[in-house]
Structures are given as C-alpha cells and as structure tokens.
C-alpha cells in the first residue's frame, strides 16, 4: 500500500556526481522524516543523510561538504545530491521513511528496494 521508489543510481567516475530521488506514495498520513541508508558489500548498512518534515538534516561524518539531502514535502519526495563522489561511496543506496499511513496508528519505517551506486576509480 505504501511504496518507496528510488531513481538516480547508476555508475559514475570518482569526482563525478550523481542525485538520487526517492518518491513515497500510497496511503500516507504523514511522513515524520525520510533519509538515505548504503551498504557495502561486508559491511553494516549505515545513515548516510536523513531529513524530517521540518528540513532538519543530519549527515554521517564521511559525506558532509559532498552530499546534501533535500525534499519536497508537496510531492512526498526526498532527494540527495552527491558530488565529489569516491570509490568508497560504492555501495546500494536504500530510501527510508519514518511514516504513518491512514489505516494505522502508530508510526512505521519503509524502505525502498535500493538502487546500486558505483562509482569507477
């Protein structure tokens, strides 16, 4: 009922840029925050941005200055802009939204399917 649906990943060289979309839609009530999750293959999936309704944002560490995330409240959709990206950004890119849809109560985390990010050194 309720679907994520990544666009943007694709293979890039080391310096290039990429932006990624992730667009929520389905029986939504209200989204609290959305946000960007990778994982590298052996390793833990990790937050890589995230952003509530209000536009407060957080950043892990080994991103901030190159990506930014940004969203449109009006059409249920989160971006995130990569610059500057480094073979260590390789990795799938996972959307996540903390929300609650109509027929429930409380509120829920969503993922999308993922979209691989390669990025050629």
């Known amino acids: 009922q309720v679907q994520l649906v990544e666009s943007g990943g694709g293979l890039v060289q080391a310096g290039g840029s990429l932006r990624l979309s992730c667009a929520a839609s389905?029986?939504?009530?209200?989204?609290?925050?959305m946000g960007w999750y990778r994982q590298a293959p052996g390793k833990q999936r990790e937050l890589v941005a995230r952003?509530?309704?209000?536009?407060?944002?957080n950043y892990a560490d080994s991103v901030k200055g190159r990506f930014t995330i940004s969203r449109d409240n009006a059409k249920n959709t989160v971006y995130l802009q990569m610059n500057s990206l480094k073979p260590e950004d390789t990795a799938v890119y996972y959307c996540?939204?903390?929300?609650?849809?109509?027929?429930?109560?409380?509120?829920?985390?969503?993922w999308g399917q993922g979209t691989q990010v390669t990025v050629s050194s």
């Open positions: 996540n939204a903390d929300l609650q849809k109509y027929s429930s109560s409380t509120r829920a985390d969503y």
């Open positions: 389905g029986s939504i009530f209200s989204i609290y925050a």
């Open positions: 952003i509530t309704s209000g536009g407060s944002t």
